[in-house]
């Protein structure tokens, strides 16, 4: 009898052990949750990563509750004032529309609204060679250079360096470059140049030959540069020479030694003196 007591308080207390671990388990599986009264505004946020340019549409715009104490300064509360404006830089999902990445109303969307005030966009002819190979993409940085001749003589065509560091806005319709930053073989590349550039690069175009030299965009260096005519570039007289540190030096040019001077004879005739030079056979 006390061993069927015993076997009963052990099942009992198996029971109850069993019981309180499994409500401990699903306890911290579940637990309960507290509700906090934080105070929410609504703001607009982007549905989908949208590109340079784009003109916002309804499905791009998401309201969201955002904690009303960190609402981004500037943040749209409805999707109404968005519709139909255009992006003058990209946006990414989840990413709260603001003032300095839309255009004005009025300005509509594509390229117009992504010029700054005070610059024009401007479209060049360009093959493989003039738009180095297709790297010429939206958003890097070229020098222009022009190969004129002024005066139809062959000693007067004249390249030339005419602008520097000038941002390209598209590549044939593309504003915006790929993620993997592929080569586009285009046909015209828009630039993005001052009034007095853009004079400067119609004339380029019309009246030579340009090029494209693409630069490193951290690069803001612009030094002045003569130009070069075709007699200097192979009649200078000094040959380059690369050492091995990769600086260009010039060393003179080999110079032709002088021929030695002929054998003569002095011959006096009376009072006068000459000199004749010794045949050689």
Do not use: C
């Amino acid at each position: 009898m006390a061993r069927m007591r015993v076997f009963v308080v052990l099942a009992l207390a198996i029971a109850a052990g069993g019981t309180f671990a499994f409500g401990t388990y699903k306890y911290m599986q579940n637990p309960p949750t507290r509700t906090v009264g934080v105070p929410t505004s609504t703001v607009v946020v982007a549905a989908a990563d949208l590109q340079l340019g784009a003109e916002l549409r309804r499905e791009d715009l998401k309201p969201i509750q955002w904690p009303a104490g960190a609402v981004p300064a500037g943040s749209f509360g409805k999707p109404e004032d968005l519709i139909g404006r255009g992006l003058i830089q990209p946006v990414t999902m989840n990413e709260p529309f603001l003032p300095a990445k839309l255009a004005s109303k009025e300005a509509g969307a594509g390229l117009p609204p992504v010029i700054p005030p005070g610059y024009r966009a401007l479209s060049v002819r360009v093959n493989d060679v003039v738009g180095v190979a297709g790297y010429v993409l939206p958003g890097t940085h070229v020098d222009v250079l022009v190969t004129i001749n002024p005066t139809n003589q062959p000693t007067d065509v004249t390249s030339k360096l005419v602008l520097t560091n000038v941002l390209v806005l598209a590549s044939g319709t593309k504003i915006e470059q790929s993620e993997n930053n592929k080569p586009i073989q285009v046909t015209v590349v828009t630039l993005m140049v001052a009034p007095d550039e853009a004079e400067k690069l119609t004339l380029a175009s019309t009246e030579g030959k340009i090029l494209l030299a693409l630069r490193n965009p951290l690069d803001k260096t612009a030094p002045p540069t003569p130009g070069i005519k075709p007699a200097p570039l192979v009649g200078s007289g000094m040959a380059p020479v690369r050492v091995a540190s990769g600086r260009v030096v010039s060393r003179p040019a080999p110079v032709a030694p002088a021929p030695a001077p002929a054998p003569t004879v002095e011959i006096i005739r009376g009072d006068k003196r000459s000199q004749e030079v010794v045949a050689q056979e």
